[in-house]
């Protein structure tokens, strides 16, 4: 495999050229051609798109009704999974309206939301789900691993609903921990884990095209549940709420439209534990969230090999502002299950700091994955420290290049990012026959930057007023 360290003064576009572009409102990538370069238009400013598809999300309005649990049977003292169940119905059946939990500790199994439902948390209300997994069967119609799958319920689920929420200030307890749910992913190696052979087959069935209904897993097969999904919905708001001790991904809205994921948050360290994962999803926000997770922060993604492609639909017009990631595998991702593409992607305003969060902007994908992932967008962004790369993109992920579905990453877009300390400013490895192409970073600021940066096949990179420990990189001769 060749590893490259770049070298600035030999790739880099002159800062003449950068600024022409400017003038005639386009960005410029250069790509080297015999020893001449090839200059190709980029669109003006892609944050007009991220304009556009905030003035269409909006959240969900409910009739101002209240159905307390109380009212359904739920005590502190018992599960209350069939109080649950009753103020949910009631409250659908009499047009919508608030299913409110007071303040209190309620103990429950599934919680599936109907249309126009918003289960709403009062200050001090917790809703702690049991550890038995029995309380989440029968099995529903779910993703796991970017594959759809007959699986235990997600804790708080909804399929083919619109007008759905979980608000308020009140605490989500998945109670996940090394002796519930964490352990069926186990320490070790993934080949040793209780999950490996029910994932095994469960992708095994997919490459072959087996239809979904026969996908059977749930009791005795070790496929953990997302804690919150809404699947195939509409005009989803999850707001305010603090979600902790999670199987695994926290927040996963499927195949939804217009979502909203706004001032959660989010402290859980489990395996696999994604913050918030919109999944083949269009027009979503992403606002005042704070995350300290096990995993990746919040990870955008399209579905895994053959179901991905099957589905063909993409994650894309995301925004995402004023969050706060701390421990995580990557602040803002893109990947890894993104075989059915993703495109316009914005981020800005973030935080970022911890020793134990590895990346800012990440993207991960393999020719076993595939997809096109395009119009990538970060402005704004300060970190403190990340143990390896502000941006990375990686081509050889998990499986690498073995397969016959060749990803594409193009037009990415860095404003105005600040670093305090990292490994790497930039670590992209493309595939020679599909290079990254249109990496632009401008008025940006990395320091106590410990090694030189890692390109493999990338074409198209542009600075402009870009400071790497002190040391002006923008092209000028």
Same mark, same amino acid.
């Given at each position: 495999?060749?590893?490259?360290?770049?070298?600035?003064?030999?790739?880099?576009?002159?800062?003449?050229?950068?600024?022409?572009?400017?003038?005639?409102?386009?960005?410029?990538?250069?790509?080297?051609?015999?020893?001449?370069?090839?200059?190709?238009?980029?669109?003006?400013?892609?944050?007009?798109?991220?304009?556009?598809?905030?003035?269409?999300?909006?959240?969900?309005?409910?009739?101002?009704?209240?159905? /307390?649990?109380?009212?359904?049977?739920?005590?502190?003292?018992?599960?209350?999974?069939?109080?649950?169940?009753?103020?949910?119905?009631?409250?659908?059946?009499? =047009?919508?309206?608030?299913?409110?939990?007071?303040?209190?500790?309620?103990?429950?199994?599934?919680?599936?939301?109907?249309?126009?439902?918003?289960?709403?948390?009062?200050?001090?209300?917790?809703?702690? +789900?049991?550890?038995?997994?029995?309380?989440?069967?029968?099995?529903?119609?779910?993703?796991?691993?970017?594959?759809?799958?007959?699986?235990?319920?997600? +804790?708080?689920?909804?399929?083919?609903?619109?007008?759905?929420?979980?608000?308020?200030?009140?605490?989500? /307890? =998945?109670?996940?921990?090394?002796?519930?749910?964490?352990?069926?992913?186990?320490?070790?190696?993934?080949?040793?884990?209780?999950?490996?052979?029910?994932?095994?087959?469960?992708?095994?069935? $997919?490459?072959?095209?087996?239809?979904?209904?026969?996908?059977?897993?749930?009791?005795?097969?070790?496929?953990?549940?997302? +804690?919150?999904?809404?699947?195939?919905?509409?005009?989803?708001?999850?707001?305010?709420?603090?979600?902790?001790?999670?199987?695994?991904?926290?927040?996963?809205?499927?195949?939804?439209?217009?979502?909203?994921?706004? /001032?959660?948050?989010?402290?859980?360290?489990?395996?696999?534990?994604?913050?918030?994962?919109?999944?083949?999803?269009?027009?979503?926000?992403?606002?005042?969230?704070? +995350?300290?997770?096990?995993?990746?922060?919040?990870?955008?993604?399209?579905?895994?090999?053959?179901?991905?492609?099957?589905?063909?639909?993409?994650?894309?017009?995301?925004?995402?502002?004023?969050?706060?990631?701390?421990?995580?595998?990557?602040?803002?991702?893109?990947?890894?299950?993104?075989?059915?593409?993703?495109?316009?992607?914005?981020?800005?305003?973030?935080?970022?700091?911890?020793?134990?969060?590895?990346?800012?902007?990440?993207?991960?994908?393999?020719?076993?994955?595939?997809?096109?992932?395009?119009?990538?967008?970060?402005?704004?962004?300060?970190?403190?420290?990340?143990?390896?790369?502000?941006?990375?993109?990686?081509?050889?992920?998990?499986?690498?290049?073995?397969? $016959?579905?060749?990803?594409?990453?193009?037009?990415?877009?860095?404003?105005?990012?600040?670093?305090?300390?990292?490994?790497?400013?930039?670590?992209?490895?493309?595939?020679?026959?599909?290079?990254?192409?249109?990496?632009?970073? $401008? /008025?940006?600021?990395?320091?106590?930057?410990? $090694?030189?940066?890692?390109?493999?096949?990338?074409?198209?990179?542009?600075?402009?007023?870009?400071?790497?420990?002190?040391?002006?990189?923008?092209?000028?001769?």
């Amino acid at each position: 495999m060749r590893r490259t360290l770049y070298n600035w003064h030999d790739h880099l576009a002159s800062r003449r050229e950068f600024l022409t572009s400017a003038l005639l409102g386009t960005a410029v990538t250069r790509h080297a051609l015999g020893g001449g370069a090839v200059f190709e238009a980029q669109p003006a400013d892609l944050w007009e798109t991220a304009d556009a598809i905030l003035k269409r999300i909006a959240a969900p309005r409910f009739p101002q009704r209240t159905f /307390d649990i109380r009212r359904y049977g739920a005590t502190t003292t018992a599960y209350a999974t069939a109080a649950f169940r009753a103020a949910i119905d009631a409250c659908a059946r009499a =047009g919508g309206g608030r299913v409110v939990v007071p303040k209190g500790r309620f103990e429950t199994g599934a919680i599936h939301l109907r249309s126009k439902v918003n289960l709403h948390l009062d200050d001090g209300g917790t809703v702690a +789900f049991s550890g038995e997994p029995t309380a989440y069967l029968p099995a529903v119609l779910t993703r796991y691993e970017g594959v759809e799958v007959m699986n235990y319920s997600p +804790f708080i689920y909804a399929l083919d609903a619109h007008d759905i929420a979980v608000t308020g200030s009140g605490t989500l /307890d =998945g109670q996940a921990n090394e002796a519930h749910w964490w352990n069926w992913r186990g320490t070790g190696p993934a080949a040793s884990a209780p999950m490996t052979p029910a994932r095994t087959r469960l992708f095994e069935l $997919a490459a072959r095209g087996v239809p979904v209904a026969q996908r059977l897993f749930g009791d005795g097969h070790f496929l953990r549940p997302n +804690f919150l999904q809404p699947y195939r919905c509409q005009n989803v708001l999850i707001e305010g709420v603090t979600i902790v001790n999670s199987p695994m991904w926290e927040v996963h809205p499927v195949l939804c439209r217009n979502v909203i994921v706004r /001032d959660v948050t989010i402290r859980s360290h489990g395996p696999n534990n994604d913050g918030c994962d919109p999944e083949s999803c269009r027009d979503v926000l992403i606002e005042g969230c704070s +995350f300290d997770t096990g995993d990746d922060c919040i990870a955008l993604k399209s579905g895994r090999n053959e179901d991905g492609r099957r589905l063909r639909t993409p994650i894309e017009n995301v925004v995402i502002r004023n969050c706060e990631m701390r421990d995580g595998h990557g602040g803002v991702v893109i990947g890894s299950e993104v075989s059915g593409g993703a495109r316009n992607i914005f981020a800005e305003r973030c935080r970022m700091d911890s020793p134990r969060l590895d990346r800012v902007l990440r993207f991960k994908t393999n020719s076993t994955r595939g997809g096109v992932i395009e119009r990538v967008a970060m402005r704004h962004v300060q970190v403190g420290q990340v143990a390896e790369a502000i941006v990375a993109a990686d081509f050889y992920y998990e499986e690498g290049d073995a397969g $016959a579905f060749t990803p594409v990453l193009r037009d990415v877009d860095v404003r105005d990012v600040t670093s305090r300390r990292s490994k790497y400013a930039l670590l992209l490895r493309g595939y020679d026959r599909s290079p990254i192409t249109g990496v632009r970073l $401008a /008025d940006c600021t990395f320091d106590n930057v410990e $090694a030189e940066d890692v390109l493999e096949a990338v074409r198209g990179l542009t600075l402009a007023n870009v400071r790497v420990n002190g040391e002006l990189r923008h092209g000028s001769p």
